[in-house]
């Protein structure tokens, strides 16, 4: 299969991020006055999904409670857990890589556009990317298949298996497949082994030095 186009998730894929949304979602839960007991012993599935569905599948949540519960996180992600990540280890020397290549490489996030895009000029990859999509605050836009639509709307092309979605969790596979495009799973992120071959990813990669090798080929 040769490859055009690479859309890349951003947590666990591009960034660990769980610092900064572990803080975040143990201040929201502090301050909704949910007592630590009857947190989650992991909250790994917590990352990836759209906040307001995370809230609702981890801690049962409505939708009002859902709603409050993401303002709440928001307000705190937004001036302290934005900050805390690391990008892991050779993602920037695989990005420049598959850039000089010649791929075009879009951000296919279900983070929050704004939150999305001041994450990439902080990594330095602002010139890497050729576009960013995220979701709208409001939750707007969170489905990772309507990302991938409209990460394609704004590229005017169509969909292809020449297109190909890279990610850590099941919905960024799920998502590709919807909207009928390749997938890529990495194994080096949040998603585990079996959520992720359940999805039966076309290729999977197991470290950030895999994904030039895997992905060239390809082609």
């Given at each position: 299969?040769k490859?055009?186009?690479?859309?890349?998730?951003?947590?666990?894929?591009?960034?660990?991020?769980?610092?900064?949304?572990?803080?975040?979602?143990?201040?929201?839960l502090?301050?909704?006055?949910?007592?630590r007991?009857?947190?989650?012993d992991?909250f790994?599935?917590?990352?990836?999904?759209p906040?307001?569905?995370?809230?609702?599948?981890?801690?049962?949540?409505?939708?009002d409670?859902?709603?409050?519960?993401?303002?709440?996180?928001?307000?705190?992600?937004?001036?302290?857990?934005?900050?805390e990540?690391?990008?892991f280890?050779?993602?920037?020397?695989?990005?420049?890589?598959?850039h000089?290549?010649?791929?075009s490489?879009?951000?296919?996030?279900?983070k929050?556009?704004?939150?999305?895009?001041a994450i990439?000029?902080?990594?330095?990859?602002s010139?890497?990317?050729?576009t960013?999509?995220g979701?709208?605050?409001?939750?707007?836009?969170?489905?990772?298949?309507?990302?991938?639509?409209?990460?394609?709307?704004?590229?005017?092309?169509?969909?292809?298996?020449?297109?190909?979605?890279?990610?850590?969790?099941n919905?960024?596979?799920?998502?590709?497949?919807?909207?009928?495009?390749s997938?890529?799973?990495?194994?080096?992120?949040?998603?585990?082994?079996?959520?992720?071959?359940?999805?039966s990813?076309?290729?999977?990669?197991?470290s950030?030095?895999?994904?030039?090798?895997?992905?060239?080929c390809?082609?």
């Amino acid at each position: 299969m040769k490859f055009t186009h690479l859309f890349f998730d951003l947590d666990g894929t591009l960034i660990d991020s769980k610092p900064g949304i572990f803080n975040s979602l143990q201040h929201t839960l502090e301050e909704i006055g949910i007592s630590r007991s009857d947190w989650p012993d992991d909250f790994n599935p917590f990352i990836g999904p759209p906040l307001r569905v995370s809230f609702k599948t981890l801690f049962g949540f409505d939708d009002d409670m859902a709603e409050k519960a993401t303002k709440i996180y928001r307000k705190y992600y937004s001036s302290n857990g934005i900050q805390e990540f690391d990008i892991f280890p050779g993602i920037a020397e695989a990005l420049t890589a598959l850039h000089k290549s010649g791929f075009s490489i879009s951000l296919v996030t279900s983070k929050a556009e704004v939150y999305a895009s001041a994450i990439i000029q902080e990594t330095g990859f602002s010139a890497i990317f050729q576009t960013i999509s995220g979701c709208e605050l409001n939750g707007d836009r969170s489905d990772k298949a309507e990302l991938i639509m409209y990460t394609l709307n704004k590229l005017g092309i169509n969909p292809s298996p020449e297109i190909l979605m890279i990610g850590d969790r099941n919905h960024d596979l799920i998502g590709a497949r919807t909207a009928r495009i390749s997938s890529a799973a990495v194994l080096y992120g949040y998603g585990s082994l079996e959520e992720l071959t359940t999805e039966s990813p076309l290729l999977l990669i197991h470290s950030p030095g895999d994904l030039v090798s895997k992905i060239t080929c390809e082609n």
